[in-house]
């Protein structure tokens, strides 16, 4: 405990009146930051450092100026700071200081980021949870519970899908400490601790019913769920202590019923490399690749619409009507997207408006963009296949009318090119306030007296070298040359003498000068009046400008859709509902655009609901299967998708388990990972949804793995029964559809099988290995990881015998290894424990008796030939050693280069 006195004591007070991070409090012209906080605030923004003295110590502190705070608190609250402010303000005796406003990284309203920026609450209670999440910047408001089975992986779907910036964690979950584990490693959110009584359910029920109406948690189906309204009402309750002024944005209370939306879960989410890929960039991303936006928010909505595609085949054919309408309506969206672009963020206005921080150049940005309203609106009517679709629709909704009247107001009050402060004056239109008006003219006329006041004094004294000026000591004054001093008439008083001039006031100029100060001082309060009711009138619209906000990046998005459908050639797809998913000639959405893709066939149905794809490495197998999912996906968006044709029965959910590359850097184990996800898709997973398995079970021993696998297909296809699709190494796995009546074998094909002459598809050449990326029916014949190492450059002889070791491994089981020049035993394959195993190793594991265990002959291990280098003999060795069925073909080919040096270096 300090007992500093003074200022630095000020501010210790208050920062024990708050629990944020950090504290700006105002002294005069600039916000200090003293102590630690001066010391962390230095640190992180590069700020210089000086030294307060207070009652005999020395305290760090750095300042930055009023004006220039906001910049400096975003920049602390992105790196996960909570910044409590507090203002001067003026009393009797002088003035005081009090927190007006806690900062923190889901409160912050002056973001310069477009992406949206959620607040979210968690409420726990005997595994069920209640989420909402606000995004203080726009006013969206969403809530929902997770009570399901899984409801965990719920949980961090809704995470993962609405990628909080922070999070309040329910009084209950926060001893869960296993919970809040993952919470952490899951979000990238910061965790703040929010007082225990704001979640009470009593509180938080009022809140809600305060904030929302009475009626909205029974029209948005929440009513009788505590810990959804308690989640909720913590949220609100947050954001209304952080004293960011925003509660008056947030006008709608959504809920998503499991029903509405496609279930994908984060894995799903990140596999698929919806809004990032799996190394985290933007870049090469599906939303990168299909974003054709020209607004924040409309960017902002095509992301809200890949990672949360709709069930309905209603509203899929609403937004499709409008996506096809506008590709042939070429002319028509090119003009709303030329309508569109640089107009302004609305939705963010709305908050803005209501945090008090919106400047007059907001308030003209947001005239100028309701007007585009009625532009759009005039370009869909007056083209005929626009009128009829979707788009029409969406902008009937919002409140026309009141989009009007508000633009037309704020354009008549405020003028073209307003400044960025409120200060400065200047920002009120003549002839908006008659009050203002008058002052202004009296004002000006006050100036123009003064103006031509030289001229006046100059002639009627006959003095050549006077000039009125004003500075801020002498105010006005009338300078004369000291030529012409003693010319000056009496009634000019003296102020100052100066070198070579002389300064003198009159009493009509002092009078003037009262007026002038006086009509500035009211215009200025009048102008900041005029603005501030303005202002609040655009946040009492809130909800106008969001609906037209929320047209306008529909219209957007419909448009960017349209766009990348026209220029890539997809293709409307039918929508049914039933289980069939027919692509003819289709695509993967993202690859197609840097590579000369290979279109193929998919045909999956009631008959055939379980395809197996085998192909050797590097076929095309997982990019087929994503294809699958992505078109499935892009259909429920309301999008085209890139296919000749497709007809797709629509999917309640989309499950993939695939590499797990970003598991693997964690350090985490990759088996125990793929195990997890398999068992989630095994839970959730039902007769609707859609399943991409993607070498499942290869994270473990040969054989387990190929139990693994086979257990899960057989409960996929007879229990859960979804659209599946399975890329698998191991063979055995193709025999599946014998016994099983869905399923149903594929393969890439490679070279040198008789080419289906229906796809037409050119092949593409890699040295001696052929990969056409075409499927076809039936499992696949070739092996594998030998033909990445052919394709590799390995050198000949070993190819060759790595094809010999695979043939005898398939046929038998088992395979001996050759050494030297004879042909000896040397090593054993055992596919019990997927090793080799030399047959003079003391291992007894490996028994001869063994039934999996073939070996040639008994002889002891051969001498190694004498013409052969060591270094190749270790190569061959290690060639040997290599587990192709359980090495990544990565890998194999990073151990292949090695080799390669370590030949040419012999
Ligand atoms: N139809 C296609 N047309 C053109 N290129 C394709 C096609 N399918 C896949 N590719 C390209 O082939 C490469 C390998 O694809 P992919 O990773 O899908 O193969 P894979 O069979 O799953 O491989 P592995 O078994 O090694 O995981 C990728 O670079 C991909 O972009």
Same mark, same amino acid.
């Given at each position: 405990?300090?007992?500093?006195?003074?200022?630095?004591?000020?501010?210790?007070?208050?920062?024990?009146?708050?629990?944020?991070?950090?504290?700006?409090?105002?002294?005069?012209?600039?916000?200090?930051?003293?102590?630690?906080?001066?010391?962390?605030?230095?640190?992180?923004? +590069?700020?210089?450092?000086?030294?307060?003295?207070?009652?005999?110590?020395?305290?760090?502190?750095?300042?930055?100026?009023?004006?220039?705070?906001?910049?400096?608190?975003?920049?602390?609250?992105?790196?996960?700071?909570?910044?409590?402010?507090?203002?001067?303000?003026?009393?009797?005796?002088?003035?005081?200081?009090?927190?007006?406003?806690?900062?923190?990284?889901?409160?912050?309203?002056?973001?310069?980021?477009?992406?949206?920026?959620?607040?979210?609450?968690?409420?726990?209670? #005997?595994?069920?949870?209640?989420?909402?999440?606000?995004?203080?910047?726009?006013?969206?408001?969403?809530?929902?519970?997770?009570?399901?089975?899984?409801?965990?992986?719920?949980?961090?779907?809704?995470?993962?899908?609405?990628?909080?910036?922070?999070?309040?964690?329910?009084?209950?979950?926060?001893?869960?400490?296993?919970?809040?584990?993952?919470?952490?490693?899951?979000?990238?959110?910061?965790?703040?601790?929010?007082?225990?009584?704001?979640?009470?359910?009593?509180?938080?029920?009022?809140?809600?019913?305060?904030?929302?109406?009475?009626?909205?948690?029974? %029209?948005?189906?929440?009513?009788?769920?505590?810990?959804?309204?308690? =989640?909720?009402?913590?949220?609100?309750?947050?954001?209304?202590?952080?004293?960011?002024?925003?509660?008056?944005?947030?006008?709608?209370?959504?809920?998503?019923?499991?029903?509405?939306?496609?279930?994908?879960?984060?894995?799903?989410?990140?596999?698929?490399?919806?809004?990032?890929?799996?190394?985290?960039?933007?870049?090469? %991303?599906?939303?990168?690749?299909? #974003?054709?936006?020209?607004?924040?928010?409309?960017?902002?909505?095509?992301?809200?619409?890949?990672?949360?595609? $709709?069930?309905? $085949?209603?509203?899929?054919?609403?937004?499709?009507?409008?996506?096809?309408?506008?590709?042939?309506?070429?002319? =028509?969206?090119?003009?709303?997207?030329?309508?569109?672009?640089?107009?302004?963020?609305?939705?963010?206005?709305?908050?803005?408006?209501?945090?008090?921080?919106?400047?007059?150049?907001?308030?003209?940005?947001?005239?100028?963009?309701?007007?585009?309203?009625?532009?759009?609106?005039?370009?869909?009517?007056?083209? /005929?296949?626009?009128?009829?679709?979707?788009?029409?629709?969406?902008?009937?909704?919002?409140?026309?009318?009141?989009?009007?009247?508000?633009?037309?107001?704020?354009?008549? =009050?405020?003028?073209?090119?307003?400044?960025?402060?409120?200060?400065?004056?200047?920002?009120?239109?003549?002839?908006? /306030?008659?009050?203002?008006?008058?002052?202004?003219?009296?004002?000006?006329?006050?100036?123009?007296?003064?103006?031509?006041?030289?001229?006046?004094?100059?002639?009627?004294?006959?003095?050549?070298?006077? @000039?009125?000026?004003?500075?801020?000591?002498?105010?006005?004054?009338?300078?004369?040359?000291?030529?012409?001093?003693?010319?000056?008439?009496?009634?000019?008083?003296?102020?100052?003498?100066?070198?070579?001039?002389?300064?003198?006031?009159?009493?009509?100029?002092?009078?003037?000068?009262?007026?002038?100060?006086?009509?500035?001082?009211?215009?200025?309060?009048?102008? $900041?009046?005029?603005?501030?009711?303005?202002?609040?009138?655009?946040?009492?619209?809130?909800?106008?400008?969001?609906?037209?906000?929320?047209?306008?990046?529909?219209?957007?998005?419909?448009?960017?859709?349209?766009?990348?459908?026209?220029?890539?050639?997809?293709?409307?797809?039918?929508?049914?509902?039933?289980?069939?998913?027919?692509?003819?000639?289709?695509?993967?959405?993202?690859?197609?655009?840097?590579?000369?893709?290979?279109?193929?066939?998919?045909?999956?149905?009631?008959?055939?609901?379980?395809?197996?794809?085998?192909?050797?490495?590097?076929?095309?197998? @997982?990019?087929?299967?994503?294809?699958?999912?992505?078109?499935?996906?892009?259909?429920?968006?309301?999008?085209?998708?890139?296919?000749?044709?497709?007809?797709?029965?629509?999917?309640?959910?989309?499950?993939?388990?695939?590499?797990?590359?970003?598991?693997?850097?964690?350090?985490? %184990?990759?088996?125990?990972?793929?195990?997890?996800?398999?068992?989630?898709?095994?839970? %959730?997973?039902?007769?609707?949804?859609?399943?991409?398995?993607?070498?499942?079970?290869?994270?473990?021993?040969?054989?387990?793995?190929?139990?693994?696998?086979?257990?899960?297909?057989?409960?996929?296809?007879?229990?859960?029964?979804?659209?599946?699709?399975?890329?698998?190494?191991?063979?055995?796995?193709?025999?599946?559809?014998?016994?099983?009546?869905?399923?149903?074998?594929?393969?890439?094909?490679?070279?040198?099988?008789?080419?289906?002459?229906?796809?037409?598809?050119?092949?593409?050449?890699?040295?001696?290995?052929?990969?056409?990326?075409?499927?076809?029916?039936?499992?696949?014949?070739?092996?594998?990881?030998?033909?990445?190492? #052919?394709?590799?450059?390995?050198?000949?002889?070993?190819?060759?015998?790595?094809?010999?070791?695979?043939?005898?491994?398939?046929?038998?089981?088992?395979?001996?290894?050759?050494?030297?020049?004879?042909?000896?035993?040397?090593?054993?394959?055992?596919?019990?424990?997927?090793?080799?195993?030399?047959?003079?190793?003391?291992?007894?594991?490996?028994?001869?008796?063994?039934?999996?265990?073939?070996?040639?002959?008994?002889?002891?291990?051969?001498?190694?030939?004498?013409?052969?280098?060591?270094?190749?003999?270790?190569?061959? +060795?290690?060639?040997?050693?290599?587990?192709?069925?359980?090495?990544?073909?990565?890998?194999?080919?990073?151990?292949?280069?090695?080799?390669?040096?370590?030949?040419?270096?012999?």
């Amino acid at each position: 405990m300090t007992t500093a006195g003074g200022i630095v004591g000020e501010f210790f007070d208050l920062k024990r009146e708050t629990d944020a991070d950090l504290l700006a409090m105002q002294c005069g012209d600039f916000y200090e930051f003293f102590d630690d906080d001066a010391e962390t605030v230095a640190n992180e923004l +590069d700020l210089k450092v000086s030294q307060k003295s207070s009652h005999g110590s020395s305290y760090a502190m750095a300042g930055v100026p009023v004006d220039d705070l906001t910049p400096y608190l975003t920049a602390l609250v992105e790196r996960g700071y909570r910044v409590a402010v507090a203002d001067q303000y003026e009393t009797e005796n002088g003035h005081a200081r009090e927190i007006t406003r806690v900062v923190t990284p889901g409160t912050l309203i002056e973001t310069g980021d477009a992406d949206a920026q959620y607040l979210g609450a968690v409420v726990y209670d #005997d595994d069920e949870f209640g989420v909402a999440f606000a995004d203080v910047t726009t006013g969206q408001f969403h809530v929902t519970e997770c009570v399901d089975e899984s409801a965990t992986d719920e949980l961090l779907t809704e995470l993962y899908r609405f990628d909080p910036v922070e999070l309040l964690p329910g009084p209950t979950l926060r001893n869960k400490d296993e919970l809040l584990g993952t919470l952490r490693e899951r979000t990238s959110a910061t965790l703040t601790l929010h007082a225990t009584d704001a979640f009470a359910p009593g509180r938080a029920r009022h809140q809600v019913r305060e904030q929302f109406g009475d009626e909205t948690l029974e %029209s948005v189906g929440v009513a009788e769920s505590d810990l959804a309204v308690q =989640a909720a009402g913590a949220v609100l309750s947050y954001v209304d202590e952080s004293g960011a002024g925003v509660l008056a944005s947030m006008t709608r209370l959504q809920s998503h019923g499991s029903t509405d939306h496609v279930e994908l879960d984060a894995t799903t989410q990140r596999n698929l490399e919806l809004t990032e890929t799996m190394q985290g960039d933007r870049s090469g %991303s599906l939303l990168d690749t299909i #974003d054709h936006t020209v607004t924040s928010a409309g960017r902002r909505l095509l992301a809200e619409w890949l990672r949360r595609p $709709r069930q309905s $085949r209603g509203e899929l054919l609403h937004r499709q009507s409008a996506v096809a309408a506008l590709t042939e309506a070429v002319m =028509a969206r090119e003009r709303i997207q030329e309508e569109l672009d640089g107009s302004y963020d609305l939705e963010r206005l709305a908050s803005r408006a209501a945090s008090g921080s919106a400047n007059a150049r907001d308030l003209r940005a947001a005239a100028e963009t309701l007007s585009v309203l009625p532009a759009l609106v005039h370009i869909v009517e007056e083209t /005929d296949r626009l009128a009829e679709s979707e788009l029409a629709t969406a902008l009937d909704r919002p409140d026309q009318p009141a989009a009007d009247t508000l633009a037309t107001k704020l354009d008549e =009050a405020i003028v073209d090119d307003p400044p960025g402060t409120i200060s400065q004056g200047g920002l009120i239109r003549t002839g908006y /306030d008659d009050e203002l008006d008058e002052i202004v003219e009296q004002h000006e006329e006050a100036l123009t007296w003064i103006e031509t006041l030289a001229d006046r004094e100059k002639q009627k004294h006959n003095i050549t070298h006077l @000039s009125v000026d004003r500075n801020k000591t002498d105010g006005y004054y009338i300078q004369v040359g000291n030529s012409e001093a003693d010319q000056v008439p009496d009634a000019y008083e003296q102020i100052k003498s100066l070198k070579n001039s002389e300064r003198f006031t009159i009493p009509e100029l002092e009078e003037h000068e009262r007026d002038i100060l006086r009509l500035e001082e009211q215009r200025h309060d009048l102008e $900041r009046d005029i603005f501030e009711d303005l202002r609040a009138q655009v946040a009492r619209a809130a909800e106008t400008l969001q609906a037209v906000g929320r047209a306008l990046a529909k219209i957007d998005v419909f448009v960017s859709l349209a766009t990348h459908a026209v220029r890539n050639d997809w293709t409307r797809p039918e929508l049914h509902d039933d289980n069939r998913l027919d692509i003819e000639s289709g695509r993967h959405p993202v690859v197609e655009q840097t590579t000369e893709f290979v279109p193929n066939d998919l045909r999956l149905d009631d008959d055939r609901r379980f395809l197996v794809v085998t192909g050797p490495n590097m076929s095309g197998k @997982s990019t087929y299967m994503r294809q699958a999912a992505l078109i499935t996906l892009l259909a429920q968006v309301g999008s085209f998708v890139p296919a000749r044709q497709a007809a797709i029965g629509l999917v309640d959910g989309i499950y993939t388990r695939v590499g797990a590359l970003d598991e693997l850097a964690q350090g985490r %184990s990759t088996f125990m990972v793929e195990m997890q996800e398999l068992s989630n898709i095994l839970h %959730s997973a039902t007769e609707d949804s859609l399943v991409i398995l993607d070498e499942v079970g290869r994270g473990t021993a040969t054989y387990d793995g190929i139990s693994i696998a086979w257990a899960a297909t057989e409960y996929l296809h007879n229990m859960v029964r979804a659209k599946t699709l399975f890329a698998t190494h191991y063979h055995e796995l193709t025999s599946l559809s014998e016994h099983l009546g869905h399923v149903e074998n594929v393969h890439v094909a490679v070279d040198g099988e008789p080419r289906s002459s229906s796809t037409g598809a050119p092949h593409e050449s890699d040295g001696d290995v052929t990969f056409l990326r075409t499927v076809r029916d039936g499992p696949t014949d070739r092996s594998y990881g030998v033909h990445v190492a #052919d394709l590799a450059g390995v050198p000949e002889p070993v190819v060759d015998r790595s094809r010999e070791v695979l043939e005898r491994l398939r046929e038998e089981k088992a395979i001996e290894a050759k050494g030297g020049d004879t042909d000896s035993v040397q090593t054993v394959f055992d596919l019990g424990s997927g090793q080799f195993k030399t047959e003079s190793s003391t291992d007894q594991s490996v028994s001869k008796e063994s039934d999996d265990i073939i070996s040639d002959n008994n002889e002891e291990t051969a001498p190694r030939a004498e013409t052969r280098s060591n270094v190749e003999q270790d190569v061959l +060795d290690a060639v040997l050693d290599l587990d192709v069925t359980q090495t990544p073909p990565v890998e194999v080919i990073q151990q292949v280069q090695q080799w390669q040096n370590e030949l040419e270096q012999s």
